[in-house]
């Protein structure tokens, strides 16, 4: 089955400056790469996601890209905030929608 | 408008007393899951249902069963809680299907204390 590893577990940046959460899986089947926040005590909120035939998307101040060919892809938020500060989670997952996810880097941004 | 409906949003049950959570969802998505989360950790999977077909996860318990009487509803029954199954409940839907990718929406959660 897809196993998905996430680094760092923690991450602390200054405002302003940028934060890069990378996750690596296992399942070359695997097409499907979003990311949540979860912020305490709250449900994990979609951020943005990645198809397998996409290599970079971006959003804003967020950024994902993709190497299928290493099997890894990371989290960019440039310009940070300390409302960004969460708990962030990478998955992936296959057409058979089992979806896995990564052990979560919990974000603090110091104002 | 609320998408996926978890109640209750707490629970409190006694040691080995049986419990039920349930979901509803107004998306009309033909997959639904039970995910467990503990304190700091991520979301785990424990079945997910794609239409009626039910899925269980390898590792799940066996105290752990899921229902879904209907495309809106579903229930995680939990027969003989112990103190390990204190955690948050998440339901989470998504729609599949050839060429759909299986982005999963999220409900609020259900905080389960075990006494």
């Known amino acids: 089955g897809e196993n998905v590893e996430q680094h760092p577990s923690t991450l602390s940046v200054q405002e302003g400056d940028s934060a890069v959460i990378k996750c690596t899986y296992s399942?070359?089947?695997?097409?499907?790469f979003p990311w949540y926040k979860q912020e305490l005590g709250k449900r994990p909120q979609l951020i943005i996601d990645i198809r397998s035939n996409v290599g970079e998307k971006k959003d804003q101040r967020i950024a994902v890209t993709l190497n299928k060919t290493a099997k890894h892809f990371s989290l960019h938020i440039t310009e940070t905030q300390p409302e960004d500060s969460a708990v962030y989670f990478c998955?992936?997952?296959?057409?058979?929608?089992?979806?896995?996810f990564g052990a979560g880097t919990r974000l603090t941004v110091k104002p | 408008d609320a998408m996926v409906i978890q109640n209750p949003r707490y629970q409190v049950t006694q040691f080995g007393k049986p419990v039920t959570l349930s979901c509803s969802q107004t998306?009309?998505?033909?997959?639904m899951y039970w995910y467990q989360q503990k304190s700091s950790q991520a979301p785990k999977l424990l079945f997910h249902?794609?239409?009626?077909?039910?899925?269980n996860e390898a590792d799940t318990p066996d105290n752990f069963q899921s229902r879904r009487p209907n495309t809106s509803f579903c229930f995680l029954d939990i027969r003989s809680p112990g103190l390990g199954d204190a955690a948050m409940y998440l339901c989470a839907t998504s729609r599949a299907g050839t060429g759909v990718y299986n982005e999963q929406f999220f409900g609020p959660g259900t905080r389960l204390t075990v006494l």
């Open positions: 998955a992936a997952s296959d057409i058979g929608n089992d979806m896995r």
């Open positions: 998306l009309n998505h033909n997959v």
């Open positions: 249902y794609y239409d009626k077909d039910f899925n």
């Open positions: 399942d070359s089947a695997s097409n499907y």
